[in-house]
């Protein structure tokens, strides 16, 4: 029998541990690897859950629970949506920001993805580092409403004089704090130098039966939430804004009732967290654009008074975004307002 040498044992030994090493790092690499189950190439393969940041019936739900059964027709999974309220949008964008499945994304507003740096001392994630903008979906153009219950003010000056011989003792409701139902409030009071007390609710359905019962005497939000409200002769809705709104048509809009400079719109999108496989991105952009695109869908959103934001991209998305970014944060800081 040969004697092996112990130089030629030394060389088998490296060579077995090597052979062993290269076998164990992939292993050790997908260990490591980020958990998106969508980097398989095969997304969606389970349910793909919304979150919807506000409570149920508001806004942002509204319009998320008309596109999901044609999204889960598309993507051949169910698609859950999730309510998430809290700190004006935060919690639920949070929520999404630190997924890890790959199958979770957020119906965000503008308040939680460009507002909330400006609005908030701190806030549990960055929206440009832990966020992904997919698809937009709906622009939120808003109305002011005023209650009925012992107060009679019929138009936005008579508001404005109300305020005025009253300062501080008026109320006005969100849905949330640092919501554009907040910031148009604190934007108005800005522009016509009144004061007035902002209370806060966690969805435009609870700020609404709050404005019906008088608790609050005024508030912004969708036409589509007002309206039915203000036609039953419940609540006086006195402006309109940035246009009149075919859904209260009789309703002047903020120049006509002479406030041309006052800014009190949304929009709605759809961000997944930070890391998604650009497949998964595009897979979703495209087929939110086809739902969007759909005559039914369509006709429902417009109906609703959210018309659809047709033709974008994910980078076309992200550019909005981007103008969106330089264009509130003056609005915000000039208006005061700051996440109690």
């Known amino acids: 029998m040969r004697k092996l040498s112990a130089k030629r044992t030394s060389v088998d030994r490296r060579a077995l541990l090597l052979g062993a090493a290269s076998l164990a790092a992939p292993a050790l690499a997908r260990a490591q690897a980020p958990s998106h189950e969508s980097s398989k190439g095969s997304w969606p393969i389970k349910p793909i859950r919304f979150v919807v940041p506000y409570g149920p019936g508001g806004a942002t739900d509204i319009v998320m629970r008309i596109l999901t059964p044609r999204l889960s027709d598309r993507l051949g ?148 939430l007002h309206g039915p409200q203000y036609r039953e002769g419940n609540i006086r809705t006195i402006m309109a804004t940035p246009d009149r709104q075919s859904l209260i048509p009789d309703v002047p809009n903020n120049t006509e009732a002479g406030l041309p400079e006052l800014k009190a719109y949304a929009w709605f999108g759809i961000f997944g967290p930070a890391g998604l496989p650009t497949a998964v991105v595009e897979r979703l952009s495209a087929t939110m654009a086809e739902a969007l695109a759909d005559p039914a869908i369509r006709a429902r959103l417009d109906e609703s008074g959210m018309p659809p934001m047709l033709d974008y991209t994910p980078a076309k998305f992200d550019a909005f975004i981007r103008q969106e970014r330089e264009f509130w944060p003056p609005i915000v800081r000039a208006s005061g307002a700051r996440a109690q």
């Open 77 to 224: 999974q169910p698609c859950v949506v999730e309510n998430r309220a809290g700190a004006g949008g935060v919690v639920g964008t949070d929520n999404v920001a630190k997924s890890t499945d790959g199958h979770s994304f957020a119906h965000c507003s503008v308040s939680s993805t460009v507002l909330a740096p400006y609005l908030f001392e701190r806030l549990p994630y960055v929206p440009e580092r832990d966020l992904t903008p997919i698809s937009p979906t709906v622009f939120v153009p808003l109305c002011l409403s005023v209650t009925r219950k012992d107060f009679n003010v019929g138009s936005l000056q008579e508001l404005i004089a109300e305020m005025r011989a009253r300062p501080g003792k008026l109320s006005f409701a969100s849905n949330g704090t640092g919501t554009t139902s907040h910031l148009g409030g604190a934007n108005l009071l800005r522009l016509t130098g009144c004061q007035a007390i902002h209370v806060p609710y966690r969805s435009g359905v609870e700020a609404l039966a709050a404005l019906v019962r008088g608790d609050v005497q005024w508030a912004f939000d969708i036409p589509a």
